[in-house]
C-alpha cells in the first residue's frame, strides 16, 4: 500500500474532504450500522470541525492510501477564552498552566481509519502536522500506556505534563523550540 500526506491547503474545507473525514471518524469512533453513529460522524464534520477550522493557526493533514483517505490530524492555536485552555488552567497546576497553556498549539485528534492502522499512517501524519508550526509548545490529551497513541506521541518527543487530568487521560506536551 502506498500512503501519501498532504495539509489541506483551503478554507472552508470542501464538502468532499468533510465527507471523508465523516467517513474516517465514523470507522474509528462508530458503528456503521447505526444511525446515532453517523449522525455523530456528519456532527463532527459539519459542526465541531468547521468550528474548530475557523480558529487562527488551524491546521489539517490527510493521509491518502490507494486512492482513499485513509486517517486526518489537525489543530489549532489554543488561546485563554477558549473552552479546553480555561478548563486546563482549572485542572493542572498552575506552573504547568503559565509554562504550557496559551498560544500553544492544540493537537485536537490524529485518526486513522482501522483498516490501515499499523502500518507507520500516523507517523507520516503527525510529522507532517507538527512540521513548520510557529508555536512554541503543542498540547494535547490521550490515555497512556502500551497503546497506539501513546506509543505514537512519546515515540515523537511528546511528554507527559500532567498526569490524570480527566478520568485516564494525561495532557501530553511537546517543545517546538527549534535550537538559534
Ligand atoms: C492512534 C492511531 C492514530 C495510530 O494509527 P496507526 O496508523 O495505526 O499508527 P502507526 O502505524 O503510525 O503507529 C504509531 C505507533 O504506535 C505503535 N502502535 C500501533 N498500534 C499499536 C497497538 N495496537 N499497541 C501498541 N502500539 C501500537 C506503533 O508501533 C508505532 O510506534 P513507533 O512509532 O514507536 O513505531 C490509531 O490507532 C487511531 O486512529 N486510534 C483511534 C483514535 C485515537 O485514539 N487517536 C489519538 C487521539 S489523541
Do not use: C, N
Request: glycine share 10%; charged share 25%; aromatic share 8%.
Amino acid at each position: 500500500m502506498t500512503t501519501t500526506v498532504q495539509t489541506h491547503p483551503d478554507q472552508p474545507i470542501d464538502r468532499a474532504t468533510r465527507d471523508a473525514m465523516a467517513a474516517v471518524y465514523l470507522a474509528a469512533y462508530g458503528d456503521p450500522d447505526l444511525p446515532e453513529s453517523r449522525l455523530d460522524a456528519d456532527d463532527f464534520a459539519d459542526v465541531t470541525l468547521t468550528r474548530h477550522a475557523g480558529r487562527a493557526g488551524f491546521k489539517l493533514v490527510l493521509s491518502t492510501t490507494d486512492g482513499q483517505v485513509s486517517g486526518y490530524g489537525y489543530g489549532f492555536t489554543g488561546r485563554r477564552g477558549q473552552f479546553w485552555s480555561d478548563w486546563l488552567a482549572t485542572t493542572v497546576p498552575s506552573d504547568i498552566v503559565e509554562t504550557w497553556v496559551g498560544d500553544h498549539f492544540e493537537l485536537v485528534d490524529m485518526v486513522v481509519d482501522p483498516a490501515f492502522r499499523g502500518q507507520g499512517v500516523a507517523g507520516l501524519l503527525h510529522d507532517e502536522l507538527v512540521a513548520g508550526l510557529p508555536h512554541e509548545r503543542a498540547l494535547l490529551a490521550t490515555v497512556p500506556g502500551d497503546r497506539a497513541a501513546p506509543r505514537l506521541y512519546e515515540g515523537r518527543g511528546w511528554q507527559v505534563v500532567a498526569a490524570d487530568i480527566d478520568g485516564d487521560k494525561a495532557l501530553y506536551g511537546l517543545d517546538l523550540r527549534r535550537p538559534a
